[in-house]
């Protein structure tokens, strides 16, 4: 439930948890060279047109790149186009060693890199209060421009057998705690981790995309691995690649949804662990425990400020369950939708509550009717 009140791990599927010895890799990952690349001289001189159709054929996977670096569904949005528009018209440069897949996936880590670093665009992590404004420790609710990415976005730059050479885009790549703990990173140690331990470049071809020497891009990762190990949930190495939720987290998601169209905080304070946390980017605020979160939903659902009759819709961003909440109000006919709820489970329970308005979402129906 959104604004109610108010207005490492770092490893891939291919790839163990940080300490562990690495897995082997699969080939080729997110960002390297698959069958069927087009020679330099056909992206070269092949004409508008050729070019695009080529280049559209990673505008999916580009995004979702994009997203990791910049923890925000809308600016990837916008720098996918940049980059294609920049691969045109650096079309000349393409000289095929690396394969035009790895070459647009530099581009656009570069263009990632230039627009954190622009003035306009200087992120710094907020400090987290909690319900009684005291200082607290989230990075969920630090990275206030955390935003979710819908499942089935994810799926398009993932197609599977008909684009042999993607890969499932796993839960422990995109999961919201991860997007988060990464934002934390300085930009270029980010763009390292993800360049290694996603899209499994070598260090040299690492270090060769972000004009770095090997040695600085090992340093970087090093760095960016002990920061994730001490921030990413301790159990999270345990969840594997899962591409969906769960039968069960699909289970507790309507139970979820039942106890919030029912009014029902007894059920669902069943739902949540006792240590379980709600935040709702771009609000700084942490409710931290179960009580913090009863007294949340509290006014909203009981007694006469509640906000009228809730529906929900089951959703699915960032390979974790999620609904949308709809209200209507005393005297309206239709129901609006007011919030996406992320659920994050641990041991059949949820941990984590992450709120987002669902405007930032495309493709959620703004208005229910009965």
């Known amino acids: 439930m959104s604004n109610r009140g108010v207005g490492d791990g770092t490893q891939t599927a291919a790839a163990t948890a940080p300490g562990g010895a690495p897995a082997p890799r699969p080939a080729p990952r997110p960002g390297r060279s698959g069958p069927g690349e087009p020679s330099p001289e056909t992206i070269r001189t092949g004409g508008e047109e050729v070019f695009a159709a080529l280049a559209e054929r990673y505008r999916h996977e580009l995004r979702v790149h994009l997203y990791r670096m910049l923890g925000s569904f809308t600016d990837a949005e916008d720098l996918v186009q940049e980059t294609l528009l920049k691969a045109w018209r650096r079309r000349e ?26 003035p306009a665009r200087n992120r710094e992590v907020a400090l987290a209060v909690d319900s009684a404004g005291s200082p607290a420790s989230s990075a969920l609710a630090e990275v206030t421009w955390l935003q979710p990415y819908p499942d089935r976005l994810l799926d398009l730059a993932a197609p599977g057998s008909s684009e042999p050479h993607t890969a499932a885009i796993a839960r422990e790549t995109v999961e919201l705690a991860f997007l988060a703990v990464i934002q934390h990173l300085p930009p270029r140690q980010r763009a390292v981790l993800i360049l290694r331990d996603i899209a499994g470049w070598s260090a040299q071809e690492t270090a060769d995309a972000l004009d770095m020497t090997v040695a600085s891009v090992k340093s970087a990762l090093q760095r960016a691995r002990t920061t994730l190990r001490g921030r990413l949930p301790e159990r999270r190495s345990e969840w594997g690649a899962a591409t969906e939720p769960s039968a069960a987290e699909r289970s507790l ?17 069943l739902l949540l662990r006792e240590d379980a946390r709600q935040t709702m980017p771009p ?14 939903w509290r006014p909203v659902l009981e007694g006469d400020a509640a906000w009228g009759e809730w529906r929900s819709v089951p959703y699915a961003v960032n390979r974790q369950p999620a609904a949308v909440s709809y209200v209507r109000r005393a005297g309206e006919t239709l129901f609006t939708a007011v919030n996406v ?9 949820i941990a984590e509550i992450t709120t987002f308005d669902p405007g930032l979402l495309p493709g959620i129906t703004p208005t229910l009717a009965e």
């Open 93 to 118: 440069t393409f000289e095929g060693r690396a394969g035009f897949r790895a070459w647009l996936y530099r581009i656009a880590t570069n263009t990632a890199l230039d627009f954190l670093g622009g």
């Open 253 to 269: 998601l309507r139970r979820y949804m039942a106890a919030s169209r029912d009014a029902d905080l007894s059920a669902l304070a």
């Open 283 to 296: 609000h700084q605020l942490v409710f931290d425990g179960r009580d913090a979160i009863l007294d949340l």
């Open 341 to 349: 709820d992320v659920l994050t489970v641990v041991d059949g329970l």
